[in-house]
């Protein structure tokens, strides 16, 4: 005979723990609980689809789409599985890197920096060099990388 497994709830039980006693009083309330579960949705997509906009530029896009899922994770269950799985595999990645010997950890770096470069370069062959940048920046930019 097999066991037919129990299914999850999408979003988080009204009854469900929280430390924070506001948040608890709001999912208390079937009004308060929808409201609360339309602004965390509309908080995280915004976070999480600016975040993935930022991703390709220098910057903290990850982080803002970590950020986002962790709003998310806040009332939705299966973000809060994704978030586990991503801090997992930051984890990983983050033990494996510290392994590594200085050589690897450097050449990561580099890899890192360079790229960085790569995407400002794009950006601003496509868009123009900004024209907040102090003009000798903004000289050697357009003297050194052909923009």
Known sequence: MTETPTRRPFFRPADDHDEWAWRQRLRANPGTRL?????????????????????????PGWLIVILGLGVWASEIEPASDLLEWVKKQVRRWEHWMRRQSRGVQALVALATFLFVLAVLWVTFRLTGVPTFLPDGLEAWIHGHLAL
């Open 35 to 59: 409201a609360l579960r339309l602004v965390v949705a509309v908080v995280g997509l915004v976070l999480v689809l600016g975040g993935f906009a930022l991703v390709p530029l220098p910057g």
